[in-house]
């Protein structure tokens, strides 16, 4: 079967009259895998339905927020009732007290929260954040993560900016991006040195504690401690990107996984339940240098917006106990067990990475612990494997540096058939 059928093609050719290479966010063109993308008609649990009627089961899940699948029937009915009341407001409304005590609730570290729009706010609010509060300019981010395209933060980026070769964008000015220090993840000497050399004139480090945005790789032993160590004694705001992690690896993210205490977190997706969404929480005292209480101006028409809360609500509210958890621990095992002897008896090098529902294979066969490493993935195998699963009514992200994401909606069944796929798709690379 061809997945991108005869209307996903001239849908396609109409959207590249109009729509910058067709697409309204790079990595959704295809260009890491070839070909041309499939348009999706519906969505429902863990899978999509394209316009030329395919059924696909679905491993991208909106890029992170779907973590109760597509059109969840509760997030549904809070937006519904959400909208009857109003679909904007620009005036202070109770679901955003509501979603900012949930959040507080759930991550230790959080005493204050403000709501934006984007992940992509969110970080960059952060970053502005922590340089008005120390009064400096210098950050520190790690090569391969990826936190929006903010300027300052877009520079030796991952995601979509990884993927079509551009970690540099082109438009960010020389002057911002000589603030950011680029280190490489998951080494010491090289954090170390950066800290030796620039301690006192950084504002902040930013991360993703675990790197979702060229593939998956996990902080290794020591990492994490050290990174907090250097920030306290320097002084510098310690912020982790939660975005792609919050709620997701746990109630308290990646940063509870790990035992990491930042001083700010950034979070996005779930909360929002598949609406747009982003927020910056943590400390009091850092949160409150925020407009109007403090000098750092951040604002937005949208911030708080009611459908956004009560979406992010209904999707939080699901995940309360460890029901949710131990469901996607369990698939996450199903499926790696599955695409590891898929691997295996193919006698396909592969690296399976994952961490409780984010998985990513990279086609190598040494270990993958930050970006060099995942540089190595034979990217041509990668293609071939992914438009081979497609084939099969598999949808995997189109690039070798996304993660994967399960959904509680996704079963053993669409797990098996995955598997099944996979073991005949290793056969032909
Ligand atoms: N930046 C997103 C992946 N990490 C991609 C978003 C999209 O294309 O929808």
Not at 120 to 139: N, P, Y
Not at 190 to 213: C, K
Not at 276 to 282: E, K, R
Request: net charge neutral; proline share 6%; glycine share 12%.
């Amino acid at each position: 079967m061809s997945v991108v059928g005869p209307k996903s093609e001239a849908l396609f050719a109409e959207a590249l009259k109009y729509i910058p290479g067709g697409v309204n966010s790079p990595v959704r063109a295809f260009r890491a895998v070839g070909g041309n993308p499939f348009f999706v008609d519906r969505a429902a649990g863990a899978h999509v339905w394209t316009v030329d009627g395919d059924e696909l089961i679905d491993y991208v899940g909106t890029w992170g927020p779907a973590i109760h699948g597509h059109a969840d029937p509760r997030t549904i009915a809070a937006v519904k009732a959400a909208a009857d009341r109003g679909t904007s407001f620009g005036i202070p409304n109770p679901l955003e007290v509501t979603m900012a005590a949930l959040i507080r609730g759930l991550v230790p570290g959080v005493e204050k929260v403000r709501m934006c729009n984007s992940g992509t706010e969110a970080c960059m609010s952060a970053i502005r954040l922590a340089r008005g509060f120390t009064g400096r300019d210098k950050i520190i981010k790690f090569d391969g993560c990826y936190h929006g395209h903010g300027d300052s933060l877009l520079v030796k980026a991952g995601s979509g900016a990884l993927t079509l070769g551009n970690p540099d964008s082109a438009g960010v000015p020389v002057d911002f991006a000589k603030h950011t220090i680029v280190v490489p993840f998951n080494d010491p000497e090289a954090l170390r040195a950066a800290f030796t050399r620039h301690g006192r004139e950084l504002a902040a480090v930013i991360l993703e504690v675990v790197p979702a945005n060229a593939g998956l790789y996990l902080p290794r032993p020591g990492f994490l401690e050290l990174l907090r160590t250097l920030t306290v004694e320097n002084g510098t705001v310690l912020i982790a990107d939660e975005v792609m992690t919050g709620f997701r690896l746990g109630p308290d993210g990646a940063q509870g996984r790990f035992g990491l205490k930042p001083d700010l977190s950034t979070f996005g997706k779930i909360i929002g339940g598949g609406l747009p969404v982003g927020a910056l929480g943590g400390r009091t005292d850092i949160m409150d240098f925020l407009a109007p209480l403090g000098p750092v101006y951040q604002a937005g028409t949208l911030s708080g917006n009611p459908l956004a809360m009560a979406a992010g609500i209904a999707a939080l509210e699901q995940l309360r106990g460890r029901a949710a958890y131990d469901r996607l621990e369990a698939l996450g095992a199903q499926l790696e067990a599955g695409m590891k002897e898929a691997a295996r008896s193919a006698n396909v090098p592969v690296q399976y990475q994952r961490i409780g529902s984010m998985f990513c294979g990279y086609f190598t066969a040494e270990p993958v612990h930050n970006l060099a490493d995942a540089m190595k993935s034979d990217r041509e195998r990668f293609k071939k494997f992914f438009h081979g699963m497609l084939e099969e009514g598999i949808y995997l992200a189109p690039s070798q540096f996304e993660a994967g994401f399960i959904s509680t909606a996704h079963s053993t069944t669409d797990i098996e058939a995955t598997v099944k796929a996979a073991a005949k798709v290793m056969r032909t690379l």
